[in-house]
């Protein structure tokens, strides 16, 4: 018995993956999703996260400039909010019945706490995201907060961003930044969550370094599977934030379908 736990602890052998593979892992989270909707449920959750984080916004024009980062590092914890979906995708796999309700099943999982860890993890680098962003605006349009031209609020900063020179250069380097973020969480997750519900006793090193390797294997791919996340969740925000009830379930039960593509069981 002993030695079959050594056997399991070995880091796992990948596969290439092409483009065909990314849709065929949106098809299957698509399935997922009609099988098990759960867009009411990420309604319940986003709605009142939503609206608090544009209240306090609002309430305190010194933050203002965050709400834009803010809104755009949720990607940076989209993987954590995805636990449950995992879960679900896994259930199915299996042949066993599945209801909105086994996303709290991960709170059983054995390797919760390796989860937990790496949870913890994705909210640093989004702070992290966050101090950068106001450290950016500080350097750019915060040598503008003395012009009487732009004393105004919401609109003001606006034409402050889109208006001028240092406005134009806050937006080049947040949004290179930003990306520099968004890959650095890709290559962390985009198989360590699914990995820690499938196979517990990896642990949490593993689980990340299994990661990365499938990203150091697979860079084409996993950049535009970065950018398909990255448009769909997008596109999802844009009607104020109504499609990313539908978006993120997919996405999810997709992330768990590319870690069966790419790690071989």
């Known amino acids: ?46 709605y009142p996260l ?35 979906l995992y879960e679900i995708s896994r259930r199915r796999e299996a042949g066993q019945p599945t209801h909105w309700t086994d996303v709290f099943g991960v709170l059983r999982a054995p390797a919760l706490p390796a989860i937990i860890g790496l949870g913890v993890l994705l909210l640093v680098v989004f702070l992290a995201w966050l101090w950068a962003a106001d450290a950016i605006h ?12 732009f004393n105004g609020g919401g609109l003001a900063l606006l034409e402050q961003v889109f208006g001028t020179s240092e406005g134009q250069r806050m937006l080049l380097l947040g949004h290179v930044v930003g990306l520099g973020f968004a890959a650095l969480v890709l290559a962390l997750t985009v198989v360590s969550f699914p990995m820690l519900l499938d196979r517990p006793q990896a642990g949490l090193g593993q689980a990340i370094g299994t990661s990365l390797r499938v990203v150091a294997k697979n860079p084409l791919p996993m950049a535009a599977w970065g950018l398909i996340v990255a448009v769909l969740l997008l596109l999802g925000s844009l009607p104020l934030f109504i499609g990313l009830a539908v978006v993120l379930p997919v996405l999810g039960h997709a992330t768990w379908h590319l870690y069966r593509l790419a790690v071989v069981r």
Do not use: K, N
């Open 50 to 84: 939503i609206g608090l984080v544009a209240a306090t916004l609002a309430a305190g024009g010194e933050v203002m400039h965050l709400f834009y980062p803010m809104a755009a590092g949720f990607a940076l914890v989209g993987p954590l909010a995805a636990l449950g």
């Open 138 to 149: 500080a350097a750019t349009l915060g040598t503008l907060a003395q012009d009487p031209r």
């Open 1 to 46: 018995m002993t030695t079959t736990r050594h056997l399991d602890l070995s880091p796992p052998a990948l596969r290439r993956i092409g483009l065909g593979d990314l849709r065929a892992a949106l098809r299957e989270g698509w399935a997922d999703f009609l099988a098990t909707p759960t867009q009411l449920m990420f309604l319940c959750v986003l």
